[in-house]
């Protein structure tokens, strides 16, 4: 049962434009949430996070977007750089789960130059 | 990068073998994890550890047995494996468990084959 969806598993982008990446899940009680960006051959990297007492968070290119009431996270890259290009996972936690990291299955990001 | 070392990096070995995945950690991390990631799922937990002899199940543990004898290594033992355990296996730590301000960093992964 998958707590955690990215119903995109790949997404295309000019160089330059915005990147949307979406999350969707289903615990409501899910109080924490991270987006993770992985290259081929390596283990997964954090990028940025956000608490379930915020709707947005912000760190440089990257804004991560959060809507409780749909239950939907977004990730958005602004300008879009050919680096950018890897698959991106969505993960949240919550304290009636153990606190264990759920993981989405996976967004894999082309900008193209 | 924090310092997470997996060993070995690629494996291959035939079915009703056992295999031991090791992972080294270096930053004094409480708390360390297995996951695997197969494709359609993600990233799901095998098992994960919050101290020196204390380990517990994820959502996907049947078949794995873990071990962690020192705050550094954390150990991975599939009994006896099956095709079904093909799969990149990833080791990960962190200070905290399930908090944003303390996220899981990732080593590089071993690549698992049963044939």
């Known amino acids: 049962d998958q707590q955690v969806k990215q119903n995109s598993p790949s997404l295309s982008v000019q160089e330059g434009r915005i990147s949307i990446l979406n999350c969707d899940y289903t615990?409501?009680?899910?109080?924490?949430f991270l987006w993770y960006k992985k290259y081929p051959a390596e283990g997964p990297t954090f990028l940025i996070s956000?608490?379930?007492?915020?709707d947005k968070n912000e760190d440089g290119r990257f804004t991560v977007f959060l809507n409780k009431s749909a239950k939907h996270l977004s990730l958005h890259i602004v300008p879009s750089q050919p680096g950018d290009s890897a698959v991106y996972f969505c993960?949240?936690?919550?304290?009636?789960?153990?606190?264990?990291?759920?993981f989405g299955t996976g967004t894999s990001l082309t900008v193209i130059p | 990068d924090a310092g997470i070392t997996q060993s070995p990096r690629h494996k291959v070995t035939e079915t009703g073998t056992p295999v031991t995945l090791r992972c080294h950690q270096t930053e004094n991390h409480r708390y360390m994890y297995w996951y695997r990631q197969d494709p359609g799922h993600g990233l799901r937990l095998i098992h994960y550890s919050y101290g020196v002899k204390d380990t517990d199940k994820g959502e996907v543990s049947d078949g794995y047995s873990v071990s962690r004898s020192k705050t550094e290594d954390f150990l991975l033992t599939l009994e006896s494996a099956t095709s079904s355990q093909t799969s990149v296996y990833f080791c990960a730590i962190s200070q905290e468990r399930g908090r944003g301000n303390s996220p899981l960093h990732f080593g590089n992964g071993t690549r698992l084959t049963v044939t």
């Open positions: 956000i608490s379930s007492i915020k």
């Open positions: 993960a949240a936690s919550a304290w009636n789960t153990g606190n264990q990291f759920y």
């Open positions: 615990n409501s009680m899910f109080d924490y």
